[in-house]
């Protein structure tokens, strides 16, 4: 055994939970435990290892969750706050453990620098929030948000200020991206170059792949929040003329006021019998949705990478996705176009979705997504993230 490794969940070790930035940590923990390492999940809270498993579908044999307040859903305390928790967490367990390594994901809390010292230290972003603060970055919601949430994240942005490095004077550390977009911001921010290491596709299922199989099927993966722009999908699909065709919105619903609008909206369009929502669904279920559908819409104006699109792709989904600059499902999973289609309005979603239903068998051989899907293989992420190491 080489030693310990910590690896501090996304959003600076919040929780151990959903989305792909948890997916990616556990594919760090699977690297490690396969090169010798014992790797420790360093988070406030968090789900145990099996419900993680079968959520992710990543196993893991060797690591240990060690989450400072147990297991169990997000806390609902303000942001500051679970940052100034977690910062004592650390120093208490840095000091303890005394880990080889520690990777921190998406920022750096600011913590004893002495205890670095002592380990090797990595940081992995999704995104950095010292970004966002820094240079005063919030998303293109399709639904304003409330005045009370608006003046909250002035609040604690300013806050964050005395809580995370944001500027040059973050230690010396390895820095890594995910995507072109967040490695552009972190050299902004740090005024050095990082490594980029794109987020792995993880298949560990047992299904057949056939295109026979496939339905007149769209689907929207994504986190149920306003960023998404889910609203923007449900009405380019209110305009198809492929009358066959039914939409999918799986995902975790982040947002009960936004998904209220999303469910309003589709009644007001009149299409309740075509579009179904599908919340917190387990590997198997998603993986089988996506071995029928055709097509896999991100519809976000700023999203860093996304691997649900590069899923979509996996199992032949015709990607169509926002041409935007800091749309990373634009810029890095299709190469600007070589290997999907983009829109930069409805109505041209509209039309991208019916002409790829129409054609989709001469569309797929020419894209073809799935190739395209497996260089980001989990082999792939685990080379250059074992050789970094």
Known sequence: MKGRAFIVAPNIGLHMGLGGGVRTVLAMAKTLEEIGYEPYLVALKGYSLSRLSLIHGVKLEKSKPLYFLGEGKPLKLPFPMQISLLKLFLEKVLMRYRPQITIFNDDMPKIDERLLRATSVFLYSHFPYAARVKFNITDAYETPPSRDKVYLDILYRKLLKRLIYIDHAIPDVMLISNSTITNTFMKLLWHRDPITIYP??????????????????????????????????????????????????????????????????????????????????????????????????????????????????????????????????????????????????????????????????????????????????????????????
């Open 200 to 389: 792995p596709l993880i298949v560990d299922y047992d299904f057949k792949k056939s295109q026979n199989n496939k339905e007149n099927l769209i689907m929207v993966l994504a986190t149920i929040q306003p960023n998404k722009r889910i609203g923007d999908v449900i009405k380019a699909f209110s305009k198809l003329r492929y009358s066959k065709a039914r939409l999918v919105i799986v995902g975790h619903k982040s947002s009960e006021r936004y998904v209220r609008y999303l469910s309003d909206l589709i009644k007001q369009l009149k299409i309740e019998s075509k579009v179904t929502f599908m919340f917190d669904v387990y590997e198997h279920e998603k993986w089988n949705l996506l071995a029928k559908s055709k097509v896999i819409i991100s519809a976000a104006h700023f999203e860093p990478f996304g691997i649900n699109i590069v899923e979509g792709m996996y199992m032949n989904n015709i990607p169509i996705v926002y041409k935007g600059s800091f749309s990373g499902p634009w810029i890095d999973i299709t190469n600007k176009g070589k290997y999907g289609l983009g829109f930069r309005d409805v109505e041209e979603l509209a039309e991208l979705i019916d002409s790829t239903l129409n054609d989709y068998n001469y569309i797929v051989q020419k894209l073809s997504p799935a190739t395209r899907a497996r260089e980001f293989s989990y082999q792939r992420f685990r080379e250059q993230f074992a050789n970094l190491l």
